[in-house]
C-alpha cells in the first residue's frame, strides 16, 4: 500500500472516529432491493446499536444475504436509507467501506499461497507494515488453531480449515462493525464452539456484529437481538427469549414414580396450574406453564396427596419453533390462534 493510500485510510477512520462514539452501528429505515419481478428485500428496518451481536434469521432466498450486501456498499439500493455509523451508505460508501469488514459463504483465498502468505497480504493491503502484518498473522493462527498448518497451500486444506482461514483474514485488521454471513456453515461442533467463542471475543473488545446463520442454536447462544426476515421483510424482532414467548409460554413435565397416581395428579396439576394437562405415557404429565410462581403451589399439593415425583423439568420454547412459526409451516397455525384469542378478549 503506498504512503498515499495509508494516509487516506488512517485520515477516513479519524473522520468518523467522532460519529462511531455517538451513533447506532447499523440504522435503516424501507431498505428496497428488487430484481426484476422479485422484490427480494421489501422495506427492511433495522436499528443495531454499537458493541452489541445482532441476529439475522430467515429461511433460504428470504433477502438476509441482499440486506448485508445493500448494508455493505456491495448494492445500491432501489428504495430506503442506510447508514453505517452514522455515515450514508450511498453518499459516504468510502467511509463506510473503511469501518466494516464482511466474511461471507465463500472464502476469498488465494489457492496457491500458504495460509500465512494469505493473511500477511491481506494486512499489507489494509495499511499494515510488514512487521505489523507478520505480527498480526502469528497472532490469528494460533488464535484459529491454523499455526501447524501456516505454511501448508490453502488447496490443501479441509473445507473447515479454510473457512476458519477466511474468518481470520477478515481480522487482520479489526472493524468496528463486522458482517458474518453464515461463519460457521459446514463446521463440525468442536469447531463451531471455537467459533462462537471467538466471536464473543470479537465482541466484548468492542466490535458490532451482523450475524447470519441456518443455526438457530447459534442465534440463541450468540445474539443479543434477533430479527426474522421472510419474503424480504422483516416479521419479527427482539431478543431470544422475547422471540421465545411470541410462540408460547414454557412446558412443565412430571415424571411420577408410580402410574396409578396419574389420574389424581392429572386432577392436581389442572386444578392449580389452571392449565390442560396431558399424558401421553402413563407416568408421564405435561402441561403449559404460564404462571411459574404456582410450580411451588403444585409440588407441595403433589407432596400432601403422597404423590412421588421421580422427575420435574421445565422445557422452554426453541427458536427452532419461533422460526417455524414466523416463516414456515406454523406460520397460518399461529395468526388463526392469535386471531381467536383477540376475538375471546374482546
Given at each position: 500500500m503506498s504512503n498515499q493510500?495509508?494516509?487516506?485510510?488512517?485520515?477516513?477512520?479519524?473522520?468518523?472516529?467522532?460519529k462511531r462514539q455517538s451513533a447506532l452501528a447499523v440504522e435503516a429505515k424501507g431498505l428496497v432491493k428488487i430484481f426484476g419481478d422479485n422484490r427480494a428485500v421489501d422495506g427492511v428496518d433495522l436499528v443495531i446499536p454499537t458493541g452489541s451481536i445482532y441476529g439475522l434469521l430467515g429461511p433460504n432466498g428470504a433477502g438476509k444475504t441482499t440486506t448485508i450486501n445493500m448494508l455493505a456498499t456491495l448494492l445500491k439500493p432501489d428504495g430506503g436509507t442506510a447508514k453505517i455509523?452514522?455515515?450514508?451508505?450511498?453518499?459516504?460508501?468510502?467511509?463506510?467501506?473503511?469501518?466494516?469488514?464482511?466474511?461471507?459463504?465463500?472464502?476469498?483465498?488465494?489457492?496457491?499461497?500458504?495460509?500465512?502468505?494469505?493473511?500477511?497480504?491481506?494486512?499489507?493491503?489494509?495499511?499494515?507494515?510488514?512487521?505489523?502484518?507478520?505480527?498480526?498473522?502469528?497472532?490469528?493462527?494460533?488464535?484459529?488453531?491454523l499455526t501447524e498448518a501456516a505454511n501448508r497451500p490453502v488447496e490443501k486444506f479441509s473445507g473447515g480449515m479454510r473457512h476458519k482461514l477466511d474468518f481470520a483474514a477478515s481480522l487482520i485488521v479489526q472493524s468496528p462493525l463486522?458482517?458474518?454471513?453464515?461463519?460457521?456453515?459446514?463446521?463440525?461442533?468442536?469447531?463451531?464452539?471455537?467459533?462462537?467463542?471467538i466471536i464473543r471475543q470479537i465482541a466484548s473488545s468492542g466490535s458490532t456484529i451482523?450475524?447470519?446463520?441456518?443455526?438457530?442454536?447459534?442465534?440463541?447462544?450468540?445474539?443479543?437481538?434477533?430479527?426474522?426476515?421472510?419474503?424480504?421483510?422483516?416479521?419479527?424482532?427482539?431478543?431470544?427469549?422475547?422471540?421465545?414467548a411470541k410462540v408460547g409460554s414454557a412446558t412443565l413435565h412430571l415424571r411420577l414414580e408410580n402410574e396409578k397416581d396419574n389420574a389424581k395428579?392429572?386432577?392436581?396439576?389442572?386444578?392449580?396450574?389452571?392449565?390442560?394437562?396431558?399424558t401421553n405415557e402413563p407416568t408421564l404429565i405435561t402441561a403449559p406453564m404460564a404462571d411459574?410462581?404456582?410450580?411451588?403451589d403444585l409440588l407441595l399439593a403433589l407432596r400432601q396427596e403422597n404423590i412421588r415425583l421421580s422427575r420435574v423439568n421445565v422445557q422452554e420454547p426453541t427458536l427452532d419453533e419461533v422460526f417455524l412459526?414466523?416463516?414456515?409451516?406454523?406460520?397460518?397455525?399461529?395468526e388463526s390462534k392469535q386471531t381467536q384469542k383477540g376475538a375471546n378478549e374482546q
Amino acid at each position: 500500500m503506498s504512503n498515499q493510500t495509508e494516509t487516506q485510510v488512517k485520515n477516513l477512520k479519524k473522520l468518523s472516529t467522532t460519529k462511531r462514539q455517538s451513533a447506532l452501528a447499523v440504522e435503516a429505515k424501507g431498505l428496497v432491493k428488487i430484481f426484476g419481478d422479485n422484490r427480494a428485500v421489501d422495506g427492511v428496518d433495522l436499528v443495531i446499536p454499537t458493541g452489541s451481536i445482532y441476529g439475522l434469521l430467515g429461511p433460504n432466498g428470504a433477502g438476509k444475504t441482499t440486506t448485508i450486501n445493500m448494508l455493505a456498499t456491495l448494492l445500491k439500493p432501489d428504495g430506503g436509507t442506510a447508514k453505517i455509523f452514522g455515515h450514508d451508505v450511498q453518499r459516504e460508501a468510502q467511509i463506510v467501506r473503511q469501518l466494516i469488514s464482511v466474511t461471507d459463504q465463500d472464502a476469498a483465498l488465494d489457492e496457491k499461497l500458504s495460509a500465512a502468505e494469505n493473511l500477511r497480504i491481506f494486512g499489507m493491503l489494509l495499511g499494515l507494515s510488514r512487521s505489523e502484518a507478520r505480527k498480526r498473522t502469528a497472532e490469528l493462527l494460533e488464535e484459529f488453531g491454523l499455526t501447524e498448518a501456516a505454511n501448508r497451500p490453502v488447496e490443501k486444506f479441509s473445507g473447515g480449515m479454510r473457512h476458519k482461514l477466511d474468518f481470520a483474514a477478515s481480522l487482520i485488521v479489526q472493524s468496528p462493525l463486522i458482517f458474518l454471513d453464515e461463519p460457521t456453515t459446514g463446521l463440525d461442533p468442536r469447531t463451531r464452539n471455537q467459533m462462537w467463542k471467538i466471536i464473543r471475543q470479537i465482541a466484548s473488545s468492542g466490535s458490532t456484529i451482523l450475524l447470519t446463520t441456518q443455526y438457530l442454536d447459534e442465534a440463541d447462544q450468540l445474539a443479543d437481538r434477533i430479527v426474522v426476515i421472510d419474503h424480504g421483510r422483516v416479521v419479527a424482532e427482539g431478543t431470544p427469549n422475547e422471540l421465545k414467548a411470541k410462540v408460547g409460554s414454557a412446558t412443565l413435565h412430571l415424571r411420577l414414580e408410580n402410574e396409578k397416581d396419574n389420574a389424581k395428579a392429572m386432577s392436581i396439576v389442572q386444578t392449580v396450574l389452571n392449565a390442560k394437562a396431558s399424558t401421553n405415557e402413563p407416568t408421564l404429565i405435561t402441561a403449559p406453564m404460564a404462571d411459574p410462581e404456582r410450580v411451588t403451589d403444585l409440588l407441595l399439593a403433589l407432596r400432601q396427596e403422597n404423590i412421588r415425583l421421580s422427575r420435574v423439568n421445565v422445557q422452554e420454547p426453541t427458536l427452532d419453533e419461533v422460526f417455524l412459526t414466523l416463516t414456515g409451516e406454523g406460520k397460518h397455525e399461529h395468526e388463526s390462534k392469535q386471531t381467536q384469542k383477540g376475538a375471546n378478549e374482546q
